[in-house]
């Protein structure tokens, strides 16, 4: 379910649920924009049987992007491959290599499912009702062999603006893109 706290409380907003027999699980990001931060965007997944899960990168709707990302799961990065140039669906996959696992995340369309796949393993997260004030609440199903590490990050991407995964989304993505480019050599 999604949720947002008010500016006593820090000015966050994410998701916070019950993962079935994992337990509880929040994924938080700070709502407001930080300078320090140099245009990044932070957001960190947490709960008793999870692994520690944080996902930084660009900021793009007060969310990280996948631009200049990092994906980090107790204190171990996982390497992501994205290209954003690719016209097929397949090809602007995010690949997610972690301890041995080799992810393939993908959207299925603008506003749709949004997919995890290794081997032998899929958890899918659906958009759900939408609440609000607070957002879009989230259902997501996933094969038995799924374990803590699987599900967080699955999990931990529902915060992450992945709309540049579908060519639509990367249509509408362009002019931040371009922005984004001029920005980096600014830098």
Do not use: W
Not at 46 to 65: A, C, L
């Amino acid at each position: 379910m999604p949720y947002k706290s008010s500016a006593e409380e820090g000015s966050k907003a994410g998701l916070r649920g019950d993962v079935g027999h994992f337990g509880a699980v929040t994924v938080e990001r700070c709502t407001l924009y930080r300078p320090a931060e140099k245009g990044m965007e932070t957001v960190r997944l947490s709960g008793p049987e999870f692994p520690e899960t944080t996902f930084r990168g660009k900021r793009r709707s007060g969310q990280p992007s996948l631009f200049k990302a990092e994906l980090t799961l107790a204190g171990r990065n996982a390497e992501l491959r994205f290209n954003p140039r690719a016209l097929r669906k397949e090809d602007r996959a995010l690949r997610i290599a972690y301890e041995g696992r080799e992810y393939i995340y993908s959207a299925e369309g603008l506003g749709k499912a949004k997919v995890l796949e290794r081997e032998g393993l899929r958890v899918t997260m659906e958009p759900g009702q939408y609440i609000p004030q607070a957002g879009t609440a989230r259902t997501g199903t996933a094969t038995d062999s799924a374990d803590v590490v699987d599900l967080a990050i699955a999990i931990v991407m529902e915060e992450v603006d992945t709309d540049v995964l579908t060519l639509g989304g990367a249509a509408l993505s362009s002019p931040f893109a371009l922005m984004q480019h001029f920005s980096d050599r600014a830098e």
